[in-house]
């Protein structure tokens, strides 16, 4: 018995890679075509001059009626109002964090809108202290330092060829130079990546299984999209910079690919990598695929950019996130299980709060 025991366990991990591999393929390439509708979006909306909430707002129309058709939350067991009413009020954090996204893009660019929505893992700071959990509290600070850090490097400039301190190798000429970020423009997007992970972490804690999670998702893009109505009319009644919804091009590539691969296709693809390969948003792992697709957009549209000053702006990034959720971390694979299992009210600590 002990000698046939270690072949079966090698045969059971090579079948659970062999299984996990095509999910990491295309969790890669979800999360590619997320990064391509970002880039997209933002030279449409460069060059157009549409205004960005409108856009948004337009984009999450049909985004909102593709989830209710594919989930139906009106048919099946009835919702208990103890979950619809904390589901519309985190579609009310949805549409904030799009108002603050969008704002943050047209005035940061795509690489450090995309890298500030990691700025959610400063959450797990927050559940070491609200819950009392027994970490370390040296390395929930040096990971908080190391993210601020990070933040900063990329504010002055570092992951720019105009800027960078590094020596850079190439001469290829690039679309335009970025000018180094201010506190306020750096605030922005960093405040829409906390959002988006406190809304990731209420519909965590009020869904008790998968196909509720999804239910309550449409209910929530939908009263995403009610909410940021009046704000898209309020900046189109106020003369923004694109007077007209008729002069959105709904047809164009940066709409569509926002609508499918920004909104849609992505939420399924981070579901996949929750459920089955246990991984979560905040988390160096997917950091590292976010940090590939980006090299290759910002290669791509010969935007102002520097590779070594990059990769160290991300490695610290990395290594930030990986303080910053130490003991979240050791946990993701137990809740991610007891979620799909449906055991979610038996664990009150849970999940980690940036995930």
């Known amino acids: 018995m002990s000698t046939k025991e270690p072949s079966t366990d090698s045969r059971a991990s090579r079948s659970s890679l062999d299984r996990q591999n095509p999910l990491q393929v295309i969790h890669v390439i979800g999360n590619f ?198 704000v898209a009319m309020w900046d189109t009644i106020l003369g923004s910079e694109s007077n007209s919804i008729a002069t959105l091009q709904f047809m164009s590539w940066a709409y569509l690919s926002m609508v499918f691969f920004g909104i849609v296709f992505i939420y399924y693809i981070d579901n996949v990598a929750e459920e089955r390969l246990h991984l979560v948003f905040s988390s160096p792992r997917h950091l590292m695929v976010t940090a590939g697709c980006i090299i290759l957009m910002e290669i791509s549209y010969k935007m102002d950019f520097s590779l070594l000053g990059f990769l160290i702006c991300s490695t610290v990034l990395a290594f930030g996130i990986f303080e910053a959720t130490t003991l979240e971390r050791s946990r993701s694979s137990v809740d991610a299980q007891e979620i799909s299992d449906g055991n979610f009210e038996n664990h009150i600590q849970m999940s980690s709060l940036p995930s």
């Open 33 to 230: 075509m997320r990064i391509w509708s970002v880039y997209a979006l933002y030279h449409h909306l460069s060059k157009e001059g549409d205004s960005v909430i409108l856009f948004v707002f337009c984009c999450l129309v049909p985004a909102s009626m593709i989830f209710l058709l594919l989930q139906r939350p009106w048919k099946g067991r009835p919702l208990p109002n103890s979950q619809v009413v904390p589901t519309i009020i985190n579609g009310a954090i949805m549409a904030l964090y799009f108002i603050l996204w969008g704002k943050g893009l047209l005035s940061c660019g795509p690489l450090f809108t995309l890298l500030a929505e990691y700025a959610g893992a400063v959450l797990g700071v927050l559940s070491a202290l609200f819950y009392g959990r027994k970490v370390s509290i040296w390395k929930k600070a040096s990971g908080l330092l190391a993210m601020l850090a990070a933040f900063y490097f990329l504010s002055i400039g570092w992951a720019t060829r105009t800027y960078s301190p590094f020596y850079n190798i190439g001469t290829e000429p690039f679309a335009q130079a970025k000018q180094s970020l201010g506190f306020k423009e750096m605030l922005v997007p960093i405040l829409a990546g906390i959002l988006s992970a406190l809304r990731r972490v209420m519909s965590r804690r009020v869904s008790l299984k998968n196909q509720l999670k999804r239910r309550l998702h449409a209910i929530t893009v939908a009263s995403a999209t009610c909410f940021l109505f009046p």
